[in-house]
């Protein structure tokens, strides 16, 4: 069974930092790109990050320089390291493994909720 859980989400203030994991069971990571997605009311989930099997990592443009995206096959975790946190970045994020040979092969986690606010 495939199990992807989120954890490090909290209530941070503006300009603050936060990093959050995602140990994944039932898979080999080294098989699966890894991403960090969220989602705040009243929007789309969003592509946040991602890091492939290749080591090739893509943000989304209003994280770029102050996120950062890292996987740990040892451990099975993929990490979301967030610096100076604004109020747009309160959303829930997901993780999400996509089967590097079949993209329709996906498995997302149940999500850890971050607040940036003062």
């Known amino acids: 069974q495939v199990q992807l859980v989120e954890s490090g989400g909290a209530l941070v203030q503006p300009g603050g930092s936060l990093r959050l994991s995602c140990a994944a069971s039932?898979?080999?990571?080294?098989?699966?790109?890894l991403g960090w997605y969220r989602q705040s009311p009243g929007k789309q989930r969003e592509m946040v990050a991602v890091?492939?099997?290749?080591?090739?990592?893509t943000y989304a443009a209003s994280v770029k320089v102050r996120f950062t995206i890292s996987r740990d096959h040892a451990t099975r975790t993929v990490y979301l390291q967030m610096n100076s946190l604004n109020g747009e970045d309160t959303a829930v994020y997901y993780c999400?493994?996509?089967?590097?040979?079949?993209?329709?092969?996906?498995?997302w986690g149940e999500g850890t909720l971050v607040t940036v606010s003062s």
């Open positions: 890091i492939t099997t290749y080591v090739y990592i």
């Open positions: 039932g898979i080999i990571i080294s098989n699966y790109h």
């Open positions: 999400n493994a996509k089967f590097k040979w079949r993209d329709t092969i996906s498995y």
